[in-house]
């Protein structure tokens, strides 16, 4: 149990354009989802908590209108990178939490963004 | 400012050893820890964890000990196996309710090798 998907794993993207990636729980419902991102040989950094049916709410430092997040039910919510530029090149990962959990969250196997 | 910190980057361990991985923290607001385990290009499995009311949680081989007056943690592993090879993070919440409810901060992360 407590299976979370992301899709892309990997993808690779013109400086200017914009990328989606979706985090799904594929066996639970998730009230709350949160989106990392880890740069090479480092913690994982959380950039936004979104509550499902409410805006995002993002850690500060993190440009909300770059990192779109999206919650739209309990079983998925999306970023969307908007204008990528190489420096958003990362590793971006994916967690949910589930309805009447405490704070275990469940991770998504991470999608890799390269923008050129 | 690192709330929670893995002050040893790498830990190298005969396998059928004990590993014994080791978090401090600084926040006092700090009520639930847990431990997770990542693969390089993968996103976090969760350990184990461990409420600050108890000071010892056990899960098979994982046994996750909690200091609070010390504001240390540890996680040991015992026998160490050489598929326990990974990156450990250790990672802390604080019940702050409202938006910041389940979010979790991580270390930086101890990289575990162990050889057979």
């Known amino acids: 149990g407590a299976v979370v998907s992301q899709h892309p794993s990997w993808v690779i993207c013109k400086s200017g354009t914009s990328v989606k990636i979706e985090c799904r729980s594929l066996?639970?419902?998730?009230?709350?989802m949160f989106w990392y991102r880890q740069f090479p040989k480092q913690s994982l950094m959380l950039m936004a908590t979104s509550n499902e049916g409410s805006k995002a709410t993002y850690e500060q430092g993190v440009e909300k209108d770059k990192f779109l997040i999206n919650h739209a039910s309990l079983t998925l919510s999306t970023l969307t990178v908007t204008s990528a530029h190489p420096e958003d090149s990362s590793f971006y990962i994916c967690?949910?939490?589930?309805?009447?959990?405490?704070?275990?969250?469940?991770f998504g196997p991470g999608t890799r963004l390269t923008v050129t | 400012d690192q709330q929670v910190k893995q002050n040893s980057p790498s830990l190298s361990v005969q396998e059928g050893r004990i590993s014994i991985l080791n978090c401090d923290y600084t926040?006092?607001?700090?009520?639930?820890f847990l431990w997770y385990k990542k693969y390089p290009a993968e996103g976090p499995t969760f350990l184990i964890s461990i409420s600050s009311i108890k000071d010892k949680n056990e899960d098979g081989r994982f046994t996750v000990f909690l200091n609070k007056s010390a504001k240390h943690l540890s996680l040991h592993i015992v026998p160490s196996q050489p598929g326990d090879s990974a990156v450990y993070f250790c990672a802390a919440s604080a019940n702050a309710g409202g938006t910041s409810y389940g979010k979790l901060t991580f270390g930086q992360g101890t990289i575990l090798t162990v050889h057979p």
């Open positions: 926040n006092s607001m700090f009520d639930y």
């Open positions: 066996d639970f419902q998730a009230t709350t």
């Open positions: 967690s949910a939490r589930w309805r009447g959990g405490r704070y275990e969250q469940y």
